[in-house]
């Protein structure tokens, strides 16, 4: 099973807040059998102690150390949120388009993650991976084949 996969891309979704984003892009890595259901309050337990708001309208929630042993495989979750969601209430320009969720054992997303710094180093790319109705430019991005993108 490949570490980020269609069924764990959520396109043109809306969250009320930060928790209910993180909540969502956690519950795609639940459902997919990446993590065991409490791996998702870890999730939010890590959010409270720093922010995984990277820039670009891009954030990375994922578990604490202690969470490792509610992976049972490792993941990556994509929730696209093009309306945007508020990741920190101090900073209204502070807007997360894109929530990855990840749930990894080892460093097997390394490379996942060091596609997407690419990806949103570049903010039209980011803007248009927050706005696409394709799930697969998104898998061809973070998976490091942008296609002519």
């Known amino acids: 099973m490949a570490i980020l996969e269609k069924n764990r891309i959520k396109l043109q979704a809306t969250a009320v807040n930060k928790e209910d984003a993180i909540r969502q892009a956690g519950a795609l890595l639940v459902e997919s059998g ?6 998702v309050d870890g999730m939010l ?21 202690e969470d490792r042993g ?16 508020l990741w920190d209430e101090d900073d209204e320009d502070e807007l997360a388009y894109l929530i ?4 990894a054992n080892s460093d097997e997303h390394m490379t996942v993650l060091s596609n997407l710094a690419e990806a949103i180093e570049d903010p039209d790319m980011a803007e ?13 991005c973070l998976n490091g084949v942008p296609d002519g993108v």
Request: with cysteine; glycine share 10%.
């Open 45 to 65: 337990a890590r959010e409270t102690t720093m922010s995984t708001y990277l820039g670009n309208g891009v954030s990375i929630p994922h578990g604490q150390y």
């Open 100 to 103: 990855i969720g990840i749930a």
């Open 128 to 140: 248009e991976l927050a706005k696409t109705t394709d799930a697969d430019l998104i898998m061809r």
């Open 70 to 85: 509610h992976i049972q495989q490792t993941g990556i979750s994509v929730l696209q949120v093009p309306a945007g969601v």
């Open 34 to 39: 990446c993590v065991a259901a409490p791996y």
